[in-house]
Structures are given as structure tokens and as C-alpha cells.
């Protein structure tokens, strides 16, 4: 192999052809082939984000594909995140890092500024890797948007990269789609197209066939695969995409479990280790009236906590939690959703909103005061349920109560990652369940989870917590002792990690029955 790696590039016909998913097994498939990968996205707008070992923040669909790769996920891989804040402004963040909150015209004409930034990212894993496989986002056709791109063909030009288009059929009109953005390309950039692949295809591709050749008599370039529908447990790339249209009820399980869909819900991929469980039907409620019959009540993350608990207390979501509560239905605060759970959340300096501060639902004795600087870190912590006001020390530590979703997990060990930008200070009688003992790798102690006197309300900043099999086993099980189902209705929780894993080797066969790999890898110059 040559010193600096070889690329490819992945563009789309618009948002949620596939680019991700194509991105994610191009990546598994060179790794399997004996190649170092790394994958790449200049700029990606999401609110699923993910921690680097360093505490720095970067895109989910980044280190998802990275973890396809056998690649330790970096903030090189996804330089530029937004995250949408409002419906005009989102959160910026650089190389890991937010530099603040801009409107779309204001980082339209800033992001010229972060050409050197992307450029060194892009460097830094091409010297050290075999083959970076970079994404592209939304459509290369945008013509309003090509001043001055960094993510599409600027992108392209940036890495002199080759480009596979890639088109969705499910959703009808993909010749016009492949066609239209073919020709909005100026010519240097069509030049750089060497391949299209057409995702999502259902039914006899025999009678596809003869619009594949018109296709490409049309376009003057390959059609290199049809890649079939295919559904895979891996976690979605963003809130952009329609990632709830599939996500109905899933059957009669023994459990209803209510994801309270926020307006600027994010991080959501936390609850995906809940979503594949037999046993278990999952509801993203948008409504009172969806909560009702819950087992189980989760309020999210969330990108503005205080407009987001507006929003909930504004069209009766607020009232029917705390309804629901008292007649016994357990609640689960994620991040956001912890701080939701508390007496006030402050906002003086308007780092998330202009509303300033706002009450709390009033389940939780403690209150949450924003802060500029965010708070990014991998964690690992044990539950271990203290007595109020304790310090939590392991003398101290008491059994939670038989009918807790706690009950028997004491001594269990947790890990995932905090985003926020919140400091919560707990009151005198706030009862600890939950100590961090693990930062960004250095030992630390502090406090992380509160629970409500009666046990029937907890939360935490830890995203990813439904990651771990034992807490997610011992919750879920605790549910369905206080319905008072039998042993036979236990659900069985696998480890999330085995599951991806199988998951990216089923896509990568996929993929490789469906596209001709051996074309792309000469397109590259790696044949």
C-alpha cells in the first residue's frame, strides 16, 4: 500500500437514500479484506451524537462505522457536528468541541473558516489508514448550497476522491433522481462520479434490468449494484432522517415501554437495546393519550431541555407522567430528561434557551443550573442505592426496595458516555443510586443517578446505560415481577455489542452479494 490512503466517497440523491448504510458496509467489507478503514464526514447535522475515548463529541453514524471498521471512533472522522437547537439555530461543534450556536445564514458564510479544519482531519486518518470511506450529505445537487461546499464535492475535491451516487427506489422516482442530479453537476464534478448503486429495492430485479441500461446510456456512468431493502439493528444516523415511520408498537409484548418523543429528542439510539427485545413493545409517544397503559415511562435527551419540558407541559404529556407516576407507572430520565425531573432548570446566560429557567416536573429533589462549557466524558459507575444525604460510601449502602426497578442490582456496573450542558446540585434528602468511578479513563468519584423516596422515579446522564445487558435484564425483569407475570415471561437481554456485530457481517454479505466490490476497488486503485 502507498503512504496515503485511498479513498471513495459516497453521495446521495438526497437525505435517507442510504449513504450511512452503504458507508457503514463498504467499511466492514475492506476491513474483512485485510485493510485499515477509517470513515469520514466532513460535516454531518445530528442530534445522536457519541463520546471518543479523549471526551470529545462526534456524529453516531461516525462511530458507528468506525466500530464496522475496527477503528477506535476519533473526532477526525466527523469534524464538523451540528445539532440543531431551535427550528433557526444549532450547536456547532469543531474537531470534538462546540464553538458555540449559529443561524444557518450566519455558518453559510462561516464555515469557509473550517476548510483548513477539515482538510487536517481528513489528512491525519488518510496517513494513517489504507482506505477512508467518506459520506457525503443530503444531495450533491443542492445548487443554492455549492457555493463554498465542504461536504459533497467540495469535499471530493478536498481528498481527490472518486464518488459512487447512490439512489433510493423504495421511495419511487430514482431514474429522475440519478438522472436530475447528473445533470445539475457542473462537468468537473460528473467527472468524478464513477459509479452509481441503487438501495432499497424490492421485488424481481429482472424487471429492473432494461432501466438499468437506459440508466446508464443516459448518464454515461455504471450501475454498479442493487442493493435489496434490507432492515439491520444498527443504530440511525439522525433526526433528519424518518427513523420513527417503522417504529409502531412492536406486537403485544409483556411490557409497554414509552419513549416520550421529544421535539428535539436526541441521543435516541440509547433506546435501540430496549427496541430488539422480544417481549417488549416500544412506543415513541407524542401525545397524553399514547402514554396511557405504560409500563414504563422514559423521557429522553434532549438538545433544549426547558423548550422541550414546555413543549410536554403545553400539550398534557407533562400532567399525564406525573398521573401516571402516582398510580404507579415507573419514569426513567435520560440526560434532558433527568434534568426535566427535578425542582427548576436555570438558564441565566441562555446557553440552550431564551426562556431563561423553568420549574421542573417536581419528581426529583434536585435542580439544574446551565453552564457554557459542556460536559463530554466516558464513564463507568455501580449502582449502589445510599440512604439520603449519605456520600454513598459502600458502608452506607442500602438494598433497594423489593418493588424497585432497582431491586438486586446493587454492586452492578455500568458504563456509557455524558453530553450535556447542565450542573444538577441534589437536595439534602436526595437518595444516590448511582457513583461514577471512571472519567475519560481516570479514576474520579461523583455522583451521577438520584431516585424518588418511593423508588418509582430515577434518572441519569449516562447515555448508552441500555447498552449494559445486566441493568437492562434487572430492570426490565423488575417490571414484570410488579405485573406479577410468571418466571415464563422473563425477557432475555443479549449483549447490544454481539448483536451490532452480527449485524455489520450480515450487511457486509448483503452489500457484497449485491454491488461489484471489485469495480469500486479498482475505481480506488487498490486492484
Same mark, same amino acid.
Given at each position: 500500500?502507498?503512504?496515503?490512503?485511498?479513498? *471513495?466517497?459516497?453521495?446521495? /440523491?438526497?437525505?435517507?437514500?442510504?449513504?450511512?448504510?452503504?458507508?457503514?458496509?463498504?467499511? =466492514?467489507?475492506?476491513?474483512?479484506?485485510?485493510?485499515?478503514?477509517?470513515?469520514?464526514?466532513?460535516?454531518?447535522?445530528?442530534?445522536?451524537?457519541?463520546?471518543?475515548?479523549?471526551?470529545?463529541?462526534?456524529?453516531? %453514524?461516525?462511530?458507528?462505522?468506525?466500530? %464496522?471498521?475496527? &477503528?477506535?471512533?476519533?473526532?477526525?472522522? #466527523?469534524?464538523?457536528?451540528?445539532?440543531?437547537? @431551535?427550528?433557526? !439555530?444549532?450547536?456547532?461543534?469543531?474537531?470534538?468541541?462546540?464553538?458555540?450556536?449559529? &443561524?444557518?445564514?450566519?455558518?453559510?458564510?462561516?464555515?469557509?473558516?473550517?476548510?483548513?479544519?477539515?482538510?487536517?482531519?481528513?489528512?491525519?486518518?488518510?496517513?494513517?489508514?489504507?482506505?477512508?470511506?467518506?459520506?457525503?450529505?443530503?444531495?450533491?445537487?443542492?445548487?443554492?448550497?455549492?457555493?463554498?461546499?465542504?461536504?459533497?464535492?467540495?469535499?471530493?475535491?478536498?481528498?481527490?476522491?472518486?464518488?459512487?451516487?447512490?439512489?433510493?427506489?423504495?421511495?419511487?422516482?430514482?431514474?429522475?433522481?440519478?438522472?436530475?442530479?447528473?445533470?445539475?453537476?457542473?462537468?468537473?464534478?460528473?467527472?468524478?462520479?464513477?459509479?452509481?448503486?441503487?438501495?432499497?429495492? =424490492?421485488?424481481?430485479?429482472?424487471?429492473? =434490468?432494461?432501466?438499468?441500461?437506459?440508466?446508464?446510456?443516459? *448518464?454515461?456512468?455504471?450501475?454498479?449494484?442493487?442493493?435489496?431493502?434490507?432492515?439491520?439493528?444498527?443504530?440511525?444516523?439522525?433526526?433528519?432522517? $424518518?427513523?420513527?415511520?417503522?417504529?409502531?408498537?412492536?406486537?403485544?409484548?409483556?411490557?409497554? %415501554? @414509552? *419513549?416520550?418523543?421529544?421535539?428535539?429528542?436526541?441521543?435516541?439510539?440509547?433506546?435501540?437495546?430496549?427496541?430488539?427485545?422480544?417481549?417488549?413493545?416500544?412506543?415513541?409517544?407524542?401525545?397524553?393519550?399514547?402514554?396511557?397503559?405504560?409500563?414504563?415511562?422514559?423521557?429522553?435527551?434532549?438538545?433544549?431541555?426547558?423548550?422541550?419540558?414546555?413543549?410536554?407541559? #403545553? #400539550?398534557?404529556?407533562?400532567?399525564?407522567?406525573?398521573?401516571?407516576?402516582?398510580?404507579?407507572?415507573?419514569?426513567?430520565?435520560?440526560?434532558?430528561?433527568?434534568?426535566?425531573?427535578?425542582?427548576? *432548570?436555570?438558564?441565566?446566560?441562555?446557553?440552550?434557551?431564551?426562556?431563561?429557567?423553568?420549574?421542573?416536573?417536581?419528581?426529583?429533589?434536585?435542580? /439544574?443550573?446551565? !453552564?457554557?462549557?459542556?460536559? /463530554?466524558?466516558?464513564?463507568?459507575?455501580?449502582?449502589?442505592? &445510599?440512604?439520603?444525604?449519605?456520600?454513598? %460510601?459502600?458502608? $452506607?449502602?442500602?438494598?433497594?426496595?423489593?418493588?424497585?426497578?432497582?431491586?438486586?442490582?446493587?454492586?452492578?456496573?455500568?458504563?456509557?458516555?455524558?453530553?450535556?450542558?447542565?450542573?444538577?446540585?441534589?437536595?439534602?434528602?436526595? =437518595?444516590?443510586?448511582?457513583?461514577?468511578?471512571?472519567?475519560?479513563?481516570?479514576?474520579?468519584?461523583?455522583?451521577?443517578?438520584?431516585?424518588?423516596?418511593?423508588? @418509582?422515579?430515577?434518572?441519569?446522564?449516562?447515555?448508552?446505560?441500555?447498552?449494559?445487558?445486566?441493568?437492562?435484564?434487572?430492570?426490565?425483569? #423488575?417490571?414484570?415481577?410488579?405485573?406479577?407475570?410468571?418466571?415464563?415471561?422473563?425477557?432475555?437481554?443479549?449483549?447490544?455489542?454481539?448483536?451490532?456485530?452480527?449485524?455489520?457481517?450480515?450487511? &457486509?454479505?448483503?452489500?457484497?452479494?449485491?454491488? $461489484?466490490?471489485?469495480?469500486?476497488?479498482?475505481?480506488?486503485?487498490?486492484?
Amino acid at each position: 500500500m502507498s503512504e496515503r490512503a485511498k479513498s *471513495i466517497m459516497i453521495q446521495g /440523491t438526497g437525505s435517507s437514500v442510504g449513504k450511512s448504510l452503504i458507508t457503514t458496509a463498504l467499511c =466492514r467489507i475492506f476491513r474483512e479484506d485485510g485493510l485499515s478503514v477509517a470513515p469520514f464526514k466532513s460535516q454531518n447535522m445530528a442530534l445522536n451524537s457519541f463520546v471518543t475515548k479523549e471526551g470529545l463529541e462526534m456524529g453516531r %453514524a461516525q462511530a458507528v462505522q468506525a466500530e %464496522a471498521a475496527c &477503528a477506535e471512533p476519533e473526532a477526525a472522522m #466527523n469534524p464538523i457536528l451540528l445539532k440543531p437547537a @431551535s427550528d433557526k !439555530k444549532s450547536q456547532v461543534i469543531v474537531m470534538g468541541k462546540p464553538i458555540g450556536c449559529m &443561524a444557518a445564514v450566519e455558518y453559510f458564510e462561516y464555515k469557509v473558516n473550517l476548510i483548513d479544519v477539515i482538510s487536517d482531519a481528513y489528512t491525519s486518518l488518510a496517513d494513517s489508514y489504507d482506505v477512508v470511506v467518506i459520506e457525503g450529505a443530503g444531495s450533491p445537487a443542492e445548487i443554492n448550497l455549492n457555493k463554498n461546499d465542504i461536504v459533497n464535492m467540495g469535499m471530493a475535491r478536498i481528498a481527490d476522491a472518486p464518488v459512487l451516487l447512490v439512489g433510493d427506489i423504495d421511495r419511487g422516482g430514482v431514474f429522475a433522481a440519478i438522472a436530475g442530479t447528473m445533470m445539475l453537476l457542473p462537468d468537473e464534478d460528473k467527472k468524478r462520479v464513477m459509479g452509481v448503486i441503487i438501495n432499497k429495492f =424490492r421485488g424481481d430485479i429482472e424487471l429492473l =434490468r432494461p432501466g438499468l441500461k437506459m440508466l446508464e446510456d443516459i *448518464i454515461k456512468v455504471p450501475v454498479l449494484g442493487v442493493v435489496p431493502y434490507t432492515k439491520v439493528s444498527i443504530e440511525d444516523e439522525d433526526s433528519l432522517a $424518518d427513523m420513527f415511520s417503522e417504529r409502531a408498537p412492536k406486537g403485544l409484548g409483556a411490557i409497554k %415501554a @414509552s *419513549i416520550v418523543k421529544l421535539p428535539r429528542m436526541s441521543d435516541f439510539s440509547d433506546f435501540k437495546p430496549i427496541e430488539i427485545i422480544e417481549n417488549v413493545s416500544v412506543t415513541y409517544a407524542t401525545s397524553a393519550a399514547e402514554l396511557k397503559g405504560s409500563d414504563l415511562i422514559i423521557i429522553p435527551g434532549t438538545e433544549n431541555t426547558i423548550e422541550d419540558l414546555a413543549y410536554i407541559r #403545553n #400539550n398534557g404529556m407533562e400532567a399525564e407522567i406525573i398521573r401516571m407516576n402516582r398510580e404507579g407507572a415507573p419514569v426513567i430520565g435520560i440526560c434532558g430528561g433527568y434534568q426535566m425531573l427535578g425542582e427548576m *432548570i436555570t438558564d441565566s446566560k441562555h446557553v440552550e434557551s431564551k426562556m431563561g429557567c423553568i420549574a421542573g416536573m417536581g419528581l426529583l429533589p434536585m435542580k /439544574t443550573t446551565m !453552564k457554557e462549557e459542556q460536559v /463530554t466524558a466516558r464513564v463507568e459507575g455501580v449502582i449502589s442505592y &445510599a440512604s439520603p444525604g449519605a456520600l454513598q %460510601a459502600r458502608h $452506607d449502602s442500602l438494598q433497594a426496595p423489593p418493588d424497585s426497578l432497582l431491586a438486586g442490582l446493587d454492586g452492578t456496573r455500568v458504563k456509557g458516555y455524558e453530553i450535556h450542558m447542565g450542573v444538577t446540585e441534589f437536595g439534602a434528602h436526595a =437518595r444516590k443510586y448511582l457513583t461514577v468511578d471512571r472519567e475519560n479513563g481516570v479514576d474520579v468519584e461523583k455522583m451521577d443517578g438520584v431516585i424518588s423516596e418511593d423508588a @418509582s422515579v430515577f434518572g441519569t446522564y449516562l447515555h448508552g446505560i441500555f447498552d449494559n445487558p445486566e441493568f437492562t435484564r434487572g430492570i426490565l425483569n #423488575n417490571l414484570i415481577m410488579r405485573k406479577g407475570l410468571g418466571e415464563a415471561e422473563a425477557v432475555e437481554v443479549k449483549d447490544f455489542g454481539e448483536i451490532k456485530e452480527m449485524e455489520y457481517k450480515r450487511l &457486509a454479505g448483503i452489500v457484497r452479494e449485491s454491488v $461489484d466490490i471489485a469495480a469500486i476497488k479498482k475505481i480506488m486503485g487498490l486492484m
